[in-house]
């Protein structure tokens, strides 16, 4: 069954150090989209592609970055990791004027 | 920027009453996602109503999508301990052919046996 994945689900990290999130979706979506989801916040859009090598910034994208260098994968690095970056992080794709369908969220802390 | 409030922002509920969910949008709704999410997990899609007055329903869900006052509703009937979870609702951009979705910040639904 097609599915979408983001590993690792749960990332301790230190203050300063590199950090790149996974997500993997084998939909065969062109679109792709992520958040991070904080009390009091709800779910924000840090980064998103509409098609390889196309990606934008989201709403609260200082700090991160992605490439899309195929259909299946968007990764989320964290360029120097700070506290303010602990959160939970969900990965999302969809057809073009489709519906989100949402990964199972990697849970980061950052010390 | 489109802001979505929901409300209420936590609802505990005994098990087999019925209860109402509402999604307030700051801009006029051109389309609307529903989506829940249990404790630790992803978010589940429930709905999405795009049209004016559409109302649709799913097992003991049914959501209402109401343009003219900004808002949509997610009622549940004869509640069970599996309804329990957060549930968002998430709106599109104007004419929705630009898919990135402003989200609210969720309702949180216990039930009680």
């Known amino acids: 069954d097609a599915e979408i994945t983001q590993s690792p689900r749960h990332k301790i990290t230190e203050t300063g150090r590199q950090v790149t999130l996974a997500c993997h979706q084998t939909?065969?979506?062109?679109?792709m989209f992520w958040y991070r989801q904080d009390l009091g916040h709800g779910l924000r859009l840090i980064h998103y592609?509409?098609?390889?090598?196309?990606?934008n910034k989201g709403e609260v994208s200082d700090g991160y970055s992605v490439s899309r260098s195929n259909t299946e994968d968007l990764p989320l690095t964290l360029e120097s990791a700070a506290s303010s970056q602990t959160s939970v992080y969900f990965c999302?794709?969809?057809?073009?004027?489709?519906?989100?369908?949402f990964g199972p969220g990697t849970r980061l802390t950052v010390l | 920027s489109q802001e979505l409030e929901q409300s209420p922002q936590s609802l505990i509920v005994q098990e087999g009453k019925n209860l109402t969910i509402n999604c307030t949008s700051s801009k006029t709704l051109y389309g609307l996602y529903w989506y829940k999410q249990k404790y630790g997990e992803g978010l589940i899609f429930l709905m999405m109503l795009q049209k004016g007055g559409e109302e649709k329903s799913h097992e003991k869900i049914t959501a209402k999508l109401d343009e003219k006052k900004q808002q949509s509703s997610l009622h549940i009937t004869a509640s069970q301990p599996s309804h329990a979870g957060i549930y968002l609702c998430?709106?599109?951009?104007?004419?929705?052919?630009?898919?990135?979705?402003?989200f609210g910040t969720g309702t949180r639904l216990t039930i009680i046996p």
């Open positions: 999302a794709s969809s057809v073009a004027g489709g519906t989100q369908y």
């Open positions: 998430g709106a599109g951009a104007l004419n929705f052919g630009n898919e990135k979705l402003t």
């Open positions: 592609s509409y098609g390889v090598q196309d990606t």
């Open positions: 939909w065969n979506h062109n679109n």
